[in-house]
DNA sequence: CACGGCTCTCGACAAAAGTCAAATTTGAAT
DNA sequence: ATTCAAATTTGACTTTTGTCGAGAGCCGTG
């Protein structure tokens, strides 16, 4: 009786406890185990996904800030994580009401698109896991060799993990030296279904990069920071899963995009839920630029960035209550 | 400070201890109340479906029984209770079961049919909330007099509340006294609207009734015993949503069945998911009947009637792993 | 304006859950 | 067959959580 606790007596476990709401050495007694091993299972019964425990991110998309988003810019939802209260540190704030409200969004049999970053990679970290079996997550952009822990394929591969999903991952690099090889390597059909798979999705969740010199692509290596100045020169305004997006959210004419290979964003728009999250204030204009290339239907932001957002949009229509 | 709770801080405290993972002193001090509060605050906020504690009922759908009574009766999905196991009362642990399995199922946005029946009002009576918005209830047959809480008004309305979602009750008696009177009403525009909006369902609850004469129908005064005797000789095999079937799952053809005010078959069947939730074993002839008329797509039973169902089915192909 | 009735709040106690190091068991490799 | 490392279980302890009755603020009513 001391072999495999399996999965079978965790879920017992959870079961009993949980659905039936007994107690804990109740529980014990019925599958006649110790009560330290029961409070084991549950703990991993929770971390496995097994039981869900979910709070409702209502009360973020309820705000009237929230509402008056949605209406300026045309969104399908917004959620804004109010930065005065609670937590010392307002960007874990955002973090995890993002990871809740990605889990909400989920369904069974879903196909979810991940790009990368260190907004995405935090969410991945603090999202609790969940069971569900039928999800698969795919990358959306090639890889880095930069040992970040952000990497594309890491922000894949740790929310498969998370969600008990298949990751399929994009054994690609995310940029190459010349625009020939970038083209040879997406007629490649591996690389070439991974990225007619995209359009697929159901649904997608990135954040937003700025043009600056403290760009992940430029501590990746993928450009210098002198490029980047040109290309912010020549009119770049945010980088979405790894490609420069100008202004409108358009693909920016370049030829760092040519040597690019990653979800074009046509595939981007052709998911139904596209969730970006923004922890920094600074994204405020690569952000603007998405939303006006129509790369996000779900928003998760600060409540600064959010009265930012307002305010340019011209106080449409300020209606107090 | 003494002042309204409300929402906002129920739904504060559950943030911060169930998303952030703090402790009730933390949360305590945070919002400047007592530790005493924050346990309420979350007990309620665990009542009213604002943070949702869900196990995976993977488990049960996962056993071969279920798998090979998914493809002997096609059906999508079959969840079975294990009878000998755990609990004293092995029909709690259907309804329990019953009430999860139909909580993962519903989906934001959801209309949901409701029938009656005691097996429903149990599922109902031990369903935990949820903070579904968009979801609306509706009454999938007329009302009966009697007092009985199993009444069809009822199960509609506690399955609403459960949900925070809108119920639509159905303001019609369940059977008439003459077939003219039936058909009038049915015309009518309140009773008629209601009755077209069932087939618009994404999700319908019921249960199974047998023809004998501890039938809720007996009960309930809308027949008498020696009439479901009678009905039973002239094939009626069993009773869903206040309506008669014979074996194969089509409507008697009887007088009883022309003076109901319910959904009809078809209706039923245009729903996309249709769960059905079997707790006695007595009832295992109507179930059949159900299962044939194609009444049913997603099934709840016990491991004893799974055991009779499959037997029944001509044990197919019998495959040891 | 005083009076219940109401709900919300808090302190203190009881109950339950979490944790840890030691003991036991398992499975595999020598 | 024996030994060892890893995994699992447990009892004892600590921390955290749930609950109760008393007290405090609010409101409509007489």
Redesign the pocket.
């Known amino acids: 009786?001391?072999?495999?606790?399996?999965e079978q007596?965790i879920h017992k476990a959870a079961w009993l406890?949980y659905a039936h709401g007994l107690?804990?050495?109740?529980v014990?007694n019925q599958l006649?185990?110790?009560?330290?091993?029961?409070?084991?299972?549950?703990?991993k019964a929770r971390e496995t996904g097994i039981v869900n425990i979910s709070t409702s991110t209502q009360l973020f998309t309820d705000d009237v800030m929230a509402r008056r988003l949605e209406d300026a810019l045309k969104l399908d939802a917004v959620w804004i994580a109010p930065e005065n209260a609670y937590l010392a540190d307002p960007s874990t704030d955002i973090a995890v009401l993002a990871a809740s409200v990605f889990l909400e969004l989920v369904r069974k049999g879903d196909r979810i698109g991940v790009a990368w970053g260190r907004t995405v990679y935090t969410i991945a970290d603090i999202m609790s896991y969940a069971d569900l079996q039928d999800v698969t997550v795919v990358q959306l952009c090639g890889n880095l060799g930069a040992p970040y822990s952000y990497r594309p394929d890491q922000c894949t591969m740790e929310i498969a993990r998370r969600l008990n999903a298949k990751g399929l991952n994009f054994y690609a690099p995310l940029v190459l030296s010349t625009e020939e090889l970038a083209q040879g390597l997406r007629a490649e059909p591996v690389i070439r279904d991974q990225l007619a798979g995209i359009s697929d999705c159901d649904l997608a969740l990135y954040s937003i990069g700025a043009v600056d010199a403290d760009s992940h692509l430029v501590k990746c290596g993928a450009l210098t920071a002198a490029e980047m100045a040109a290309l912010r020169r020549e009119g770049a305004a945010g980088v979405i899963a790894g490609q420069i997006i100008d202004a409108d959210g358009a693909l920016l004419d370049c030829s760092y995009n040519r040597r690019v290979i990653s979800a074009g964003l046509a595939s981007l728009r052709a998911i139904e839920k596209r969730l970006m999250v923004v922890q920094e204030d600074s994204k405020f204009e690569p952000l603007l630029a998405a939303v006006a290339g129509g790369l996000c239907t779900h928003l998760v932001v600060g409540a600064h960035m959010a009265q930012r957002l307002l305010d340019h949009a011209g106080a449409p229509a300020e209606k107090a209550s």
Chains 1, 2 share one sequence.
């Open positions: 009786m001391a072999i495999r606790p399996a007596l406890y107690r804990q050495d109740e014990a006649n185990i110790s009560r330290a091993s029961v409070a084991m299972y549950l703990r």
